[in-house]
């Protein structure tokens, strides 16, 4: 009897959401082909990162969060390396090595390094109590923080540091947000929305500078102020800067790999060397470097099919929908919020109750929606935005909700 080849080896390098998706649909959907090889730069096996905001605000535990042990790969067959970066990469020898002085050879290289926080290049960034909110060494650190200091202002008025106040202010800090532009959430919400939104916040006690330019962070050794380019100091003993993520590409960029923004990939999630693959925050797919989960799990699935054998699947770009998560305070935002380019809208606003919403339809579609106050037509809007129907003679009742477009539909 001939032995049975060895099975070809793939490496994964980065542990976070979209890798741990992959080696789950590769787990379910093709559990011999291939021999796994992973490295994440973390200490510890995978964890869910969206649901951090909650560990800041004391709802779940780091132990909540976390999705897998050592012993889920090890039951996989698969070999995790936690706490061990690549480092670099061979693409001739097809070999890539690691922090730890080790190295492993591939057939097939998956690139999921994820983005890591941006740093602003401030005066006294470097200062003890400032801290980026990306993976969770900054919430234990931001949570054992929050055990001796009272006052923190957060840089970044989008929804990462929306999150990172409210969940200071719920561990019982003093929180100001600091926001460049004119309205909070920009990408996601109106200037309208935005407002309906900040009032609810400052009502639950978190403070905000908007239009607000931060010049440097101020102390000796430790944190003791944030000064704007107005002239305001902001006395403070603890600051978080959520002010955005950039694809960690620096892996791909040494290896000679064709990057831009993210590392580029075409719809078989392929980078320039077909041998490497890449999914995730990392990548950037028909000029689209998207900074949610949704995408890393579509293209995820795609690859997984991919590496299976079946190679007619492909990644088509997302449409992204997303909510803030601050308990009690919904706030639902998808698609394409601007009407522009021929695009219309139709909107529903009730200062008094904090209600609003907005539905903006191109070429007779839904193409975007936001919801303050109530987000729970969120999916629905969102299942009819990802199926392309006509709606135009729901214009009217899509804005008023659910429970009046539906039926209209159905007689439609
Ligand atoms: C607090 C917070 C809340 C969020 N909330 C939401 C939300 O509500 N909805 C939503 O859609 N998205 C949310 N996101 C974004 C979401 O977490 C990301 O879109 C998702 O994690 C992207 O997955 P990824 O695998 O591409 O990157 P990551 O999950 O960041 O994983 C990348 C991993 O690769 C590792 N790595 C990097 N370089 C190397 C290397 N050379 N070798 C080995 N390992 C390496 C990194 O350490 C990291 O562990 C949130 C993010 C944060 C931080």
């Given at each position: 009897?001939?032995p049975?080849?060895?099975p070809?080896?793939?490496?994964v390098a980065?542990?976070?959401?979209?890798?741990?998706?992959?080696l789950?649909?590769l787990?379910?959907?093709?559990?011999?082909?291939?021999?796994?090889?992973?490295f994440?730069a973390?200490?510890?096996a995978?964890?869910?990162?969206?649901?951090?905001?909650t560990?800041?605000?004391?709802?779940k535990?780091?132990?909540d969060?976390?999705d897998?042990d050592?012993?889920?790969?090890?039951?996989?067959?698969?070999?995790?390396h936690?706490?061990?970066?690549?480092t670099?990469?061979d693409?001739e020898?097809r070999?890539?090595h690691?922090a730890?002085?080790?190295?492993?050879?591939?057939d097939?290289?998956v690139l999921?390094?994820g983005?890591?926080?941006v740093?602003l290049?401030?005066?006294g960034?470097?200062?003890d109590g400032?801290?980026t909110?990306?993976?969770?060494?900054?919430v234990?650190?931001?949570?054992?923080a929050?055990?001796?200091?009272r006052r923190?202002?957060?840089?970044?008025?989008?929804?990462?540091?929306?999150?990172?106040?409210?969940?200071?202010?719920?561990r019982?800090?003093d929180?100001?947000?600091?926001?460049l532009?004119?309205h909070l959430?920009?990408?996601q919400?109106d200037?309208t929305a935005a407002?309906?939104?900040?009032?609810?916040?400052e009502?639950?006690?978190?403070?905000?500078a908007?239009r607000?330019?931060t010049?440097a962070i101020?102390?000796?050794?430790r944190?003791?102020?944030?000064?704007l380019?107005?002239?305001?100091r902001l006395?403070?003993?603890l600051?978080?800067m959520a002010?955005?993520v950039r694809?960690?590409?620096?892996?791909a960029r040494?290896a000679?790999?064709?990057?831009?923004r993210?590392?580029?990939v075409?719809d078989a999630?392929?980078t320039?060397?077909?041998?490497i693959s890449?999914i995730?925050?990392?990548?950037e797919?028909?000029?689209?470097?998207y900074?949610l989960?949704a995408?890393?799990?579509?293209?995820a699935?795609?690859?997984?099919?991919?590496?299976?054998g079946?190679?007619?699947?492909?990644y088509?770009?997302?449409i992204v929908g997303?909510?803030l998560?601050?308990a009690?305070?919904?706030?639902?935002?998808?698609?394409?919020i601007?009407?522009?380019?021929?695009a219309?809208?139709a909107?529903?606003?009730?200062?008094?109750?904090g209600?609003?919403?907005?539905v903006?339809l191109?070429?007779?579609?839904?193409?975007g929606a936001?919801?303050?106050?109530?987000a729970?037509?969120?999916g629905?809007l969102?299942?009819?935005?990802?199926r392309?129907e006509?709606?135009?003679?729901?214009?009217?009742?899509?804005?008023?909700?659910?429970?009046f477009?539906e039926p209209?539909?159905?007689a439609a």
């Amino acid at each position: 009897m001939c032995p049975s080849p060895a099975p070809p080896r793939l490496v994964v390098a980065g542990n976070g959401m979209a890798a741990h998706r992959l080696l789950e649909r590769l787990a379910e959907d093709s559990p011999q082909r291939w021999s796994i090889t992973v490295f994440g730069a973390e200490p510890r096996a995978n964890y869910n990162r969206i649901l951090l905001s909650t560990v800041l605000s004391g709802e779940k535990s780091a132990a909540d969060v976390m999705d897998t042990d050592a012993a889920w790969f090890s039951r996989r067959g698969i070999t995790f390396h936690a706490g061990v970066a690549i480092t670099s990469i061979d693409r001739e020898r097809r070999i890539v090595h690691d922090a730890a002085g080790g190295q492993a050879a591939y057939d097939h290289l998956v690139l999921a390094t994820g983005s890591d926080a941006v740093q602003l290049p401030l005066p006294g960034k470097d200062l003890d109590g400032v801290r980026t909110f990306r993976d969770l060494d900054d919430v234990e650190h931001l949570i054992a923080a929050t055990r001796t200091r009272r006052r923190a202002v957060v840089i970044g008025g989008g929804l990462l540091g929306l999150e990172a106040a409210w969940g200071l202010r719920q561990r019982g800090l003093d929180v100001t947000v600091v926001h460049l532009m004119g309205h909070l959430m920009e990408r996601q919400l109106d200037r309208t929305a935005a407002l309906y939104l900040q009032r609810d916040l400052e009502r639950r006690g978190i403070r905000f500078a908007l239009r607000a330019d931060t010049a440097a962070i101020e102390g000796e050794g430790r944190v003791e102020a944030v000064r704007l380019r107005d002239g305001r100091r902001l006395a403070t003993d603890l600051v978080v800067m959520a002010v955005g993520v950039r694809p960690n590409v620096a892996l791909a960029r040494a290896a000679g790999l064709a990057v831009r923004r993210g590392v580029l990939v075409d719809d078989a999630l392929a980078t320039s060397d077909t041998a490497i693959s890449a999914i995730g925050e990392c990548v950037e797919h028909a000029g689209q470097v998207y900074g949610l989960v949704a995408p890393a799990w579509a293209q995820a699935d795609v690859l997984a099919a991919r590496l299976a054998g079946n190679r007619k699947v492909a990644y088509r770009g997302s449409i992204v929908g997303t909510n803030l998560k601050v308990a009690g305070v919904a706030v639902y935002a998808a698609g394409d919020i601007a009407a522009a380019d021929g695009a219309e809208e139709a909107v529903c606003a009730d200062p008094d109750t904090g209600l609003y919403r907005k539905v903006v339809l191109r070429d007779g579609r839904l193409a975007g929606a936001v919801l303050v106050g109530d987000a729970a037509d969120g999916g629905w809007l969102f299942d009819l935005m990802q199926r392309g129907e006509p709606v135009l003679h729901l214009r009217e009742p899509l804005v008023l909700g659910r429970a009046f477009a539906e039926p209209a539909r159905q007689a439609a």
